[in-house]
């Protein structure tokens, strides 16, 4: 995926995302198995995990690589980074503690939808200021991957919607049989 599709990708699935969740009702938004979240938590995940990306687009590219470091290794495609990541799920990883959701109100989900949609719209007006060898070559650390590729991140920022979107769909139809 190079720069362009990359944004496109994350403004269209983060929109979908809120998207499904803006007519659910108080009783699909709050359900939630023992143990799980309910459709608000994971959305307050997504907020905890998409802001601190906007750190990297608002400090200047030199101090990503003087914090980080550069990549030694070429960028994963989107498929192979998914397939990491759901290897680590797999193998028991878990948000750690800073990712994890405190319990969300019904009344609080339009105005948690419209922050996640501006994080998303500052983070992709952001990318745009980027190379597709910016991309390449600055890492940041991510806490269940660990080091990995700017373009990875973003490869990641996409994919945990969609991960966290069928999370929400899975639970909701798992309870109505």
């Known amino acids: 995926m190079n720069k362009a599709q990359i944004i496109h990708e994350l403004l269209e699935k983060y929109r979908a995302f809120t998207d499904y969740l803006e007519p659910m009702n108080q009783s699909d938004f709050l359900f939630a198995f023992p143990e799980k979240w309910s459709a608000g938590q994971q959305l307050d995940h997504l907020i905890k995990s998409t802001k601190p990306l906007l750190l990297s687009v608002r400090l200047p590219k030199f101090m990503l690589k003087l914090v980080f470091g550069k990549a030694n290794r070429a960028s994963k495609t989107y498929e192979g980074l998914?397939?990491?990541?759901?290897?680590?799920?797999?193998?028991?990883?878990?948000?750690?503690?800073?990712?994890?959701?405190?319990?969300?109100?019904?009344?609080?989900?339009?105005?948690?939808?419209?922050?996640?949609?501006?994080?998303?719209?500052?983070?992709?007006?952001?990318?745009?200021?980027?190379?597709?060898?910016?991309?390449?070559?600055?890492?940041?650390?991510?806490?269940?991957?660990?080091?990995?590729?700017?373009?990875?991140?973003?490869?990641?920022?996409?994919?945990?919607?969609?991960?966290?979107?069928?999370?929400?769909?899975?639970?909701?139809?798992?309870r109505s049989h």
């Open 82 to 174: 998914v397939e990491k990541y759901q290897l680590k799920l797999q193998e028991g990883g878990r948000a750690s503690a800073a990712f994890i959701p405190t319990p969300i109100d019904f009344e609080q989900k339009l105005a948690l939808s419209n922050q996640l949609n501006q994080i998303i719209a500052t983070l992709t007006k952001g990318i745009a200021g980027f190379t597709e060898k910016d991309l390449d070559t600055i890492i940041l650390p991510h806490p269940l991957l660990g080091k990995i590729t700017y373009r990875e991140m973003m490869y990641f920022t996409i994919c945990h919607v969609l991960h966290h979107q069928g999370l929400i769909k899975n639970a909701l139809q798992e």
